[in-house]
């Protein structure tokens, strides 16, 4: 360093509004925008914010989710609002906002719109089609295309924004889904889409299920690089194994048995700046984090791992890992 390290003073705290009496809501997890613009919050009480950096201590709500928000994430790039009126100017480009709640539900904002999800998933194949029929050809559609029954545990953007990952259960699923533009909207489907609460649609294209063989009961972390065309997923079960998935095959390409001692809850890779660009080889590089003390480096390209890290007590919280992009 060529003269004193600057350090720039402290942000604002930002506190929850109590939920319950005084007290104050878990933060669940964090995330920054790709232009470190905005903070997305998850919090347990069913709290999404959109936080404007740096920060004044006030942030924008999404109301939508009944229960714990599990995690939430930023698109890749910026799209303009679904609607907008011709009198006024158009608003700019904002990113996406995409969020996994207990509710069974996963939800697509638009910074915009804090009260109307652009679109829920929350069926296993594709978006519901209203209300229930009496055709046995309906009644056969819905039994395929069940609701979520269980917590949405994760949610990210895949492939340059253009596919959805979410984990249920013990199931990675893959979607590809549409954002309905006011252009294209006539007064019919307005009203079809309020009575549905989102107008957009998604599709299932793929699952991983890891039930079987290994009688596993939960996806307990999954990792991809949305910033880049990458076709690999890696993930990581409640059975101490690590896999890595080819998206652009449909398969496990890799299992890794026991890398750690108890289940990863933590897969960090290297995610590009808008600052620093990240070399090729970069992107074979990623660390898994459990409680048993360690993180460990991987390169996905070697039969086993390059460093292990422990020099760290991590024996109850769940101690997140980062690879930084310089």
């Known amino acids: 360093l060529h003269g004193p390290a600057v350090i720039n003073p402290p942000q604002p705290h930002l506190n929850f509004p109590p939920s319950k009496g005084s007290v104050q809501p878990a933060v669940v997890s964090i995330a920054f925008s790709p232009d470190a613009s905005q903070l997305a919050v998850a919090s347990a009480d069913s709290t999404l914010l959109a936080v404007k950096l740096p920060t004044s201590g006030e942030a924008n709500a999404f109301m939508g989710h009944n229960n714990r928000v599990c995690s939430a994430c930023f698109s890749h790039h910026t799209y303009p609002p679904t609607s907008s009126s011709t009198l006024l100017a158009s608003p700019p480009s904002q ?151 080819d998206a652009a095959v449909g398969c496990v390409a890799r299992h890794i048995p026991s890398p750690h001692d108890r289940s990863i809850h933590c897969i960090a890779l290297p995610q590009p700046s808008i600052h620093v660009p990240l070399l090729l080889d970069a992107y074979n590089m990623f660390a898994t984090s459990a409680i048993d003390n360690l993180i460990v480096l991987w390169d996905i390209r070697a039969p086993r791992s390059v460093a292990r890290y422990s020099s760290h007590v991590n024996r109850r919280g769940a101690v997140q890992a980062g690879i930084s992009p310089c």
């Open 95 to 245: 990113h996406l906002l995409l969020s996994s709640s207990a509710d069974g539900s996963a939800r697509l904002w638009q910074q915009s719109k804090m009260d109307c999800p652009l679109v829920v998933f929350n069926h296993y194949r594709h978006q519901a089609s209203g209300p229930a029929s009496t055709s046995s050809l309906d009644h056969s559609t819905s039994i395929r295309n069940k609701p979520f029954a269980d917590c949405v545990n994760s949610a990210n953007f895949f492939f340059l924004d253009k596919f959805v990952l979410l984990t249920v259960k013990s199931s990675v699923l893959m979607y590809t889904y549409e954002v309905e533009r006011a252009s294209a909207r006539n007064d019919l489907k307005v009203l079809q889409s309020a009575a549905l609460s989102a107008g957009g649609r998604y599709k299932l294209v793929h699952e991983w299920n890891f039930s079987e063989p290994s009688q596993c009961h939960s996806v307990s972390a999954v990792g991809c690089v949305n910033q880049v065309q990458s076709p690999i997923i890696l993930t990581a079960t409640s059975d101490k194994m690590l896999q890595v998935l």
